[in-house]
């Protein structure tokens, strides 16, 4: 009885057509909804942070151009939907392991550097991210500084697996 009862409050609000764009158990759209989150909490998502969302989510993923576009248009639907960090952040502590988290982080300065500028926004962001994440200090700021300094270089080749 009550089923039938949710069943008719969604039918008459819509709820039960319109799918759920985020699945919690997807570890590759919280991290790219994190990425897309960075790029654009400046306020100016630019022709080079596009091509690098892009780039990373390929390599990182292992995604032809075409998945990548999909997963990116995916995590841009999540990240406006989301209210907070942890809807991604929860995903992603409960799926990787101590490096697979390390490698979230590592994307996030990755993009906050694609600009050529990261904004004390960025900034924050990485470093709430990685707080939640469990990254330690000594490693975000490690993190940072590889990400300066490998600015030119393409992103690494896949990496990310979640645990089992």
Known sequence: MLDLLKTFIA???GEAERPKPFETADYQL???????????IDGDFDADERARIQ??????FGLSSDAAQKLIAEAFESEREAVD???F????????????RRQVVAMLWDMAHA???VHEFEENVVWRVAELL?????????????ARENLATPPQET???PKE
């Open 115 to 117: 600009d050529g500028e």
């Open 30 to 40: 919280a991290a790219a909804a994190l990425l897309v989150h960075i790029a654009s």
């Open 55 to 60: 780039a990373l989510v390929e390599a990182r």
């Open 85 to 87: 960090l942890y809807r």
């Open 134 to 146: 469990g990254v330690s200090t000594r490693e975000r700021v490690e993190l940072r500084r590889e």
């Open 11 to 13: 039918d008459l609000t």
């Open 89 to 100: 952040t929860s995903v992603l502590k409960r799926r990787l392991d101590e490096e697979g």
């Open 159 to 161: 990496w990310y697996r």
